[in-house]
């Protein structure tokens, strides 16, 4: 018989914090299954967590999304509840997201996270701040998700939701791929205020402010492109177009004036630019098939959970 719920930890060198991230939320889901990844850990992350009670899975490949994807694998729940390992979270709220997920019959619940003022400066850094703003509104505007806090680590999830995910990042992206992922099929999510604090002293944040932003980045242009490819090579299509009749129509007219092409290099260019808005349309056209073909699969295995 299947645990109700388990509690996901996915978590790297997190060995200051891990026992009681695992002691919190086992005080708090007494009935639950605790599991922790732990992700290419260099210190006793491991031992400590199983010292603690939990059940540990390994992972060598570092990044979230990998380890995530490990525990979903191996770990059978009707609910799932997925939070970081490094003790900024509040374990007390969980009965609460995982009652409005059970009681709502919801697919996903988020935990947004709403800092005190005196641990705004240790729980987010500047740049994370506005990195967050950012694309938590290009998110809400691209693919219609009313989140205010689309990057939130404390999520819970029903058991068809896990099994209608690709669960394909490697990275921080996760949390992107998650929401995206429930825009998509049209699932239906709830965001709750959740109390979020400052790491422990001696646990260092592991987010990159600019290498993992671009690689937020790329995995919303990645994931626009997915389930809007009409809309996205429509745009690099009228683009490609416009370019080329700016660059056309000048050698145009001089042709009818003159009947000579006294530049021939901009003439190309120009047709080579209807070619490519011509082929941009075609692939917009054609994975849009492909795209609605990849959603009734998700959402075929959606209803088989």
Known sequence: MRPPI?????????AITIARVVSDFRAA????????????????????????????????????????????????????VMVDGDATYDAASAPRLVAALVEARLDMVVGRRVTAAELAAGAYRRGHQWGNRLFTASVSRLFGVPLADVFSGYRV?????????????????????????????????????????????????KLSTWSDGARILAALTHFYEQMH?????????????????VLGVPVIVEFVETHQVPRFPTAVLAAALVVIAALMFVCGIILDSVSRGRREAKRLAYLAA
């Open 6 to 14: 388990a509690v996901l930890v996915p978590c790297r060198n997190e």
């Open 29 to 80: 889901l007494p009935d639950a299954e605790i599991w922790v990844c732990d992700n290419a850990s260099t210190d006793d992350t491991a031992a400590r967590a199983r010292a603690a009670g939990a059940s540990v899975l390994a992972e060598p490949r570092p990044g979230k999304g990998h380890a995530l994807r490990r525990l979903l694998g191996a770990v059978d729940a009707d609910v799932y």
């Open 157 to 205: 999830m029903s058991r068809r939701f896990v099994r209608s995910l690709p669960a394909l990042s490697r990275g921080f992206e996760l949390e992107t791929e998650l929401t995206v992922h429930a825009a998509d099929l049209g699932l239906s999510v709830r965001e709750l205020d959740t109390p979020y604090g400052a790491r422990p002293q001696g646990s260092a944040s």
């Open 229 to 245: 490819p009409v809309r996205f090579f429509g745009v690099l299509g009228i683009t490609a177009l416009v370019l080329a009749l």
